[in-house]
């Protein structure tokens, strides 16, 4: 076992599109290491989402302004390649519940199996733990408010293109 302080980390994730749930994970992780890579994850094969990655990219890099020692990326891999690309020491994963644990364990374990890199979890923060990207956009094509729900320019950003008004 390596006794050298993991110094970067990736949070990887598709993000379409980020919400306060995903900004408290990369918040932890900033307070825990020196750099964090927010890893903006898509599948060329499948369709692109709600916002294209590089769309999701540009909010996410707008969302994290502040955070000292993060930065945003998009990769077309898996998690793992993503950290051994940019260099990353360990994954980190936020969990919301114990169904999240359970599938973020195996994908943990099968990570550090065929690379070694570790993952760690942290949980998100109660007061958010019930928003997903799933629901963000859901409810915010029928028409109900979701700025409480995401950073600002992403509640512009899911006006434009749901209800195709201006920001």
Do not use: Y
Request: aromatic share 4%; charged share 15%.
């Amino acid at each position: 076992m390596s006794s050298v302080p993991a110094r970067t980390a990736i949070c990887p994730g598709s993000f379409d599109p980020i919400h306060l749930g995903h900004l408290d994970v990369v918040a932890q992780a900033a307070s825990l290491f020196e750099r964090v890579i927010v890893v903006v994850m898509h599948n060329p094969s499948k369709p692109s989402g709600l916002f294209s990655p590089d769309e999701r990219a540009t909010l996410i890099r707008d969302a994290v302004a502040d955070m000292s020692g993060v930065d945003v990326v998009t990769h077309g891999g898996l998690a793992v390649q993503a950290a051994t690309d940019t260099g990353a020491d360990v994954i980190v994963k936020g969990l919301r519940t114990g169904v999240d644990f359970d599938i973020e364990q195996q994908m943990a374990q099968n990570n550090h199996a065929l690379t070694g890199i570790r993952t760690v979890f942290v949980p998100c923060a109660p007061a958010l733990s019930h928003i997903s990207s799933r629901f963000v956009r859901e409810i915010a094509a029928h028409g109900t408010d979701v700025s409480h729900l995401v950073p600002r320019g992403v509640h512009a950003a899911l006006r434009r293109v749901i209800d195709g008004v201006g920001g």
